[in-house]
């Protein structure tokens, strides 16, 4: 029989015969956070209310199903219950995270977050596809509005900026992807973008035939190199463009503050370090500079 849900609303309770059904496929769609539990556990007694207080308060945000252990052993052996409570979550058929006892409500909370977009997330989520289906002001009032729901969501504030950069708006973009704090996992990105909004400046008003035939016709001309490979950056020609900033390194380094160096640095995080390009380019920049 399939599980039904309770009065309480978002919380089921589930059996050997339709936990597959129930948590494995139901988690394809929302997450699941099973609880073991069994009615002579004290603790069980104490982390249930919690987890179906909250299942109530996140509004469907995920399923909470309950598993008696000692009604359904087979489960329970299944996925290596030894003590309870123990929840266990799952997302996407697969189990996504767990932990052992009745733990107080804050780790409970803190645990859900990390299983559970919140709407800041789901702000997020929808404007990238407002973005990749070419709508950027619907994207950007989707990005807008999960910072207003969570200043510090970082990936929104990226996109963000890549969406304004993308419009043109390079003094706005960059302003924000300035603000994101040195140490944190996504200020790589935002550096990578910062790059490119300088690529974007120094091609400005020119054209790639123009260019080429004023390093042709000077081979150390410093700024028609740099444009140059400006140029290449912004058309993701990342080779051609570090061909360039190694001549400007080569005849001028210190030309834009070192920018051509810098410049290499930045299409090396765009690219990712690690790629066979990166090492190949980055023992170039070196002969050059040692």
């Given at each position: 029989?399939?599980?039904?849900?309770?009065?309480?609303?978002?919380?089921?309770?589930?059996?050997?015969?339709?936990?597959?059904?129930e948590?494995?496929?139901?988690?394809?769609?929302?997450?699941?956070?099973?609880?073991?539990?069994?009615?002579?556990?004290?603790?069980?007694?104490?982390?249930?209310?919690?987890?179906?207080?909250?299942?109530?308060?996140?509004?469907?945000?995920?399923?909470?199903?309950?598993?008696?252990?000692?009604?359904?052993?087979?489960?329970?052996r299944?996925?290596?219950?030894?003590?309870?409570?123990?929840?266990?979550?799952?997302?996407?058929?697969?189990?996504a995270?767990?932990?052992?006892?009745?733990?107080?409500?804050?780790?409970?909370?803190?645990?859900?977050?990390?299983?559970?977009?919140?709407?800041?997330?789901?702000?997020?989520?929808?404007?990238?596809?407002?973005?990749?289906?070419?709508?950027?002001?619907?994207?950007?009032?989707?990005?807008?509005?999960?910072?207003?729901?969570?200043?510090d969501?970082?990936?929104?504030?990226?996109?963000?900026?890549?969406?304004?950069?993308?419009?043109?708006?390079?003094?706005?973009?960059?302003?924000?992807?300035?603000?994101?704090?040195?140490?944190?996992?996504?200020?790589?990105?935002?550096?990578?973008?910062l790059?490119?909004?300088?690529?974007?400046?120094?091609?400005?008003?020119?054209?790639?035939?123009?260019?080429?035939?004023?390093?042709?016709?000077?081979?150390?001309?410093?700024?028609?190199?740099?444009?140059?490979?400006?140029?290449?950056?912004?058309?993701?020609?990342?080779?051609?463009?570090?061909?360039?900033?190694?001549?400007?390194?080569?005849?001028?380094?210190?030309?834009?503050d070192?920018?051509?160096?810098?410049?290499?640095?930045?299409?090396?995080?765009?690219i990712?370090?690690?790629?066979?390009?990166?090492?190949?380019?980055?023992?170039?920049?070196?002969?050059?500079?040692?």
């Amino acid at each position: 029989m399939d599980a039904t849900i309770t009065a309480t609303n978002y919380v089921i309770d589930v059996t050997d015969q339709n936990f597959a059904s129930e948590v494995l496929e139901r988690s394809k769609t929302v997450p699941v956070v099973v609880d073991f539990w069994a009615a002579w556990c004290g603790p069980c007694r104490m982390l249930g209310p919690v987890l179906e207080r909250l299942a109530q308060e996140y509004q469907g945000g995920f399923i909470l199903a309950k598993l008696d252990v000692d009604q359904n052993q087979d489960t329970a052996r299944r996925y290596g219950v030894q003590g309870i409570p123990a929840v266990k979550a799952f997302r996407d058929g697969q189990m996504a995270g767990e932990f052992t006892g009745a733990l107080p409500e804050p780790q409970v909370r803190k645990f859900l977050e990390g299983l559970v977009p919140s709407e800041a997330d789901l702000l997020a989520k929808q404007g990238y596809e407002w973005e990749v289906s070419d709508q950027p002001a619907m994207a950007e009032a989707n990005y807008r509005a999960a910072l207003e729901k969570k200043p510090d969501h970082y990936p929104a504030q990226i996109a963000l900026g890549r969406v304004l950069l993308g419009q043109g708006r390079v003094d706005e973009g960059v302003a924000l992807l300035e603000s994101i704090p040195q140490g944190i996992s996504e200020r790589g990105v935002a550096d990578a973008l910062l790059a490119t909004a300088q690529f974007q400046k120094f091609a400005a008003g020119h054209t790639e035939a123009d260019l080429l035939a004023k390093v042709e016709a000077d081979p150390r001309d410093a700024a028609s190199h740099y444009a140059l490979g400006s140029l290449y950056a912004t058309r993701q020609k990342y080779t051609q463009a570090m061909d360039q900033f190694l001549e400007v390194v080569r005849f001028n380094r210190k030309y834009n503050d070192d920018g051509a160096r810098k410049a290499m640095l930045a299409i090396f995080t765009i690219i990712g370090e690690g790629q066979p390009v990166v090492r190949e380019y980055r023992q170039k920049l070196a002969n050059l500079l040692f």
